[in-house]
Each structure stands twice: as C-alpha cells, then as structure tokens.
Nanobody, 127 residues
C-alpha cells in the first residue's frame, strides 16, 4: 500500500515562496525511483488540477500557470518529492496534493491518471 504524506504548506504574502514535500512509502519492486509522481491543487469550488509532474525517468512537466515559477524535484534516496514555489500569487491559494500513478511512465497532469493520493497541505497566498 502506497502512502504519501505532504508537508510544507502555509500562509505567505504575494511574491513569497514555499517548498512543499511529499514523503512516500510502501513502494514495491520498482521502488520510488521509477515512480511517476505529480503535484496537484484544488481551490474551493474548483476542480482538481495538475501543477507539475515528474515521470518515471525523472522528466518534469508543468502546467502553464506553474512554468517559470514552480520547480518539481525528487530525492530518490529519501523517497521524497518536492515542489519549490516562487513568486506566489493569490490565485495559487489551494490545497496541494501529491500523487503517484501506477502503470504509467508519463501520466502527465491529468488527475484521473493517478492512483494514490496524499491528504494534502494548504497553501494560502494573501495580496
């Protein structure tokens, strides 16, 4: 059973930065190294949307809203996924989730492609 635990959320002012972490456990034979991972967010009244993804080869992809401001990275030795967020805007306010996709190397940013989810960490950006 894969378990994902996010942390690092908080309240910041517009233009500030946060670093989210997602610690993973419960991976089988192929391990975290070959896992496809992603960061997603959901604001009240809105659908969950993909923010950034790191596929099974470690290649990154980003939503247009995240390009040039957010960076996804992973430390395979620590089984941890990160999301560095800079130049935060009020519209970035949301619950942020990490997730992993089973059976896909490059699942992209579609939430439906991901199987296991963390409990989320809240990010609030004030103007």
């Amino acid at each position: 059973q894969v378990v994902l635990v996010e942390s690092g959320g908080g309240s910041v002012q517009s233009g500030g930065s946060l670093r989210l972490s997602c610690v993973a456990s419960g991976y089988g034979y192929y391990g975290f190294n070959a896992a496809s991972m992603g960061w997603f967010r959901q604001a009240p009244g809105r659908e969950r949307e993909g923010v950034a993804a790191s596929d099974c080869l470690g290649r990154a992809s980003y939503a247009d809203s995240a390009k040039d401001r957010f960076t996804i990275s992973r430390d395979n030795a620590k089984k941890t996924l990160y999301l560095e967020m800079n130049s935060l805007k009020p519209e970035d306010t949301a619950m942020y989730y990490c997730a992993t996709a089973r059976g896909f190397c490059t699942p992209g940013l579609a939430p439906a492609s991901y199987s296991y989810w963390g409990q989320g960490t809240q990010v609030t950006v004030s103007s």
